[in-house]
């Protein structure tokens, strides 16, 4: 019996391993991290990590590099990580030169992913020093990504996007500073260690939207109420008509 037991344990531990149901690593497609971003990445940007969201719910994200290689992840409703899906990866070197997906592979690197992490490794003749930049996806109007590098960080919103009306908005961690560009919102970090950076932000009309919504609520409710009293104060006449409150009032 105990035999039988573990001949079925080494089969479904084989099953599993077959179907990749234990995970496994995998090389990301030159096709994916050779294509190109949806507009150039902020290269120049004074901070370690720069973000820029676009409209579509993408971003463009820039880290500076100084390790061999790098995590990218972020977490799932458990909490647990999942990979980040990139795309259009470039690594700039120290002295400006730009590689994509496929030179980086040809250079040492790699962008490997598994059930947890996708890990891209830097190429060897990088020195630990340059930056890396790809594209993936995010959520609308709400912008939420472990700190991959540690160091300052930059987060570019879409034009018309603002983060301050409390129910709407909000920024984590604090110590923040704002800065209104091209009516493109700049959220800045001095230093980030931990955690997650967080944001959460609106369209302005979206607020004129809340606000007629609002109204409209209003003025319907307060009709309403307005309506049921005058119900109340008519069948409390018709009731004193019928004599039915006589009683009452004698008390």
């Known amino acids: 019996m105990n035999r039988r037991l573990l001949v079925g344990v080494l089969g479904l531990a084989l ?57 990218l992840y972020r977490f799932d409703g458990f909490g647990s990580r999942t990979p980040l899906p990139v795309e259009s990866l470039r690594y700039r070197y120290s002295n400006g030169t730009v590689i994509n997906g496929t030179e980086l592979k040809t250079r040492g690197g790699d962008v490997t992913q598994n059930r947890r ?43 018309d996007r603002r983060v301050n009306f409390p129910i709407f908005g909000s920024v984590r961690p604090n110590g923040y500073e704002t800065e209104l560009v091209d009516d493109q919102l700049h959220i800045t970090w001095p230093s980030v260690s931990d955690g997650s950076v967080v944001v959460q932000f609106y369209l302005q009309r979206d607020l004129g939207i809340f606000a007629a919504i609002a109204t409209i609520s209003i003025l319907v409710g307060g009709a309403g109420i307005l309506y049921y009293r005058r119900q109340i104060e008519a069948l409390r006449e018709r009731r004193e008509e019928l004599g039915l409150d006589v009683e009452e009032r004698d008390r």
């Open 117 to 159: 992490i996708t890990n891209v490794t830097i190429p060897e003749n990088a020195n630990g020093d340059g930056k890396l930049a790809f594209t993936s996806s995010s959520t609308p109007k709400r912008f939420s990504l472990p700190v991959l590098v540690e160091g300052s960080y930059e987060v570019v919103l879409p034009p």
């Open 15 to 71: 099953l599993l391993v077959t179907a990749g149901c234990l995970g496994g690593t995998s090389s990301v497609s030159n096709e994916r991290l050779d294509a190109e971003p949806d507009d150039s990445y902020a290269w120049d940007a004074d901070t370690d990590a720069h973000i820029t969201i676009q409209e579509n719910g993408r971003f463009r994200a820039v880290y500076e590099v100084n390790s061999s290689s790098v995590e």
